[in-house]
């Protein structure tokens, strides 16, 4: 099924960005689940818009819960002994990023992080300080030789993140994509013990509203290189929501 602008016209108003990414996410999960080895990795999706973690916590606590209320096994008593925390000395503007991933773990000790899908949302590019807080992040998931997908298929906003994080790990001299603002990029840190030199092997790809979603490497830590079906996934995400 061919790119739609989720973010203008019919298909705004009849599949929405938030719907469209919550359903894609879900089925990327399951088509990375039944592809790969499931007794070695798992994938599951996580979807946290920034604004929600703004709200200072102990709103929540306040009132909440009544020392010795059933149900709360002391833990209402335990918190109603905790000594209150000093008045901040100061506080600094931050940037709480809108974060809709696939993670992909390994199914061993401590679980760790193999792989991530990052599906862009306008929230990461609204802003500088936004697009700066995406790159970094991607930025420290390659230095931890974890492979990372980026699918950007925002059309409101046009920040290019993919040259954004080039100009970030590419040298004094980066090789850009032209200036399109919707693509799907693939990063992949490798060591080559032949010559010592570590790398990050690239694949950026245009996708075209109205084209098919192009398929992208995607490389494990330590294991093998899975080309995503985003085409597949995607007609399929469309479908699960009736439309």
Known sequence: MPLRDHFHGETELELPWPMMAQSWAITLVRWL?????????????EM???PQVEAD????????????????NGSATALAELVPAPAAVLTVPAVFPDEIEIELRERRAG????????????????????CDSFVSKCVAYLRHGVGVVIVDVVTERHENLH???MERIGGANPELMPDVPTYVSGYRPVHRPATGA?????????ATVGAAVPAVPLGLRGGPVVLLDLEATYTAAIEATGL
């Open 33 to 45: 689940n039944t592809t790969l080895p499931r007794e070695r990795f798992h994938a599951v999706s």
């Open 48 to 50: 946290r818009m920034g």
């Open 57 to 72: 916590v102990a709103e929540y606590l306040r009132g909440d819960f009544a020392p010795g209320q059933p149900g709360t």
């Open 111 to 130: 679980r760790p992080l193999v792989g991530i899908i990052e599906l862009v949302s306008p929230g990461n590019k609204d802003r500088a300080t936004a």
């Open 163 to 165: 040259n954004l994080l």
């Open 198 to 206: 570590n790398e990050i092997e690239v694949w950026p790809y245009a």
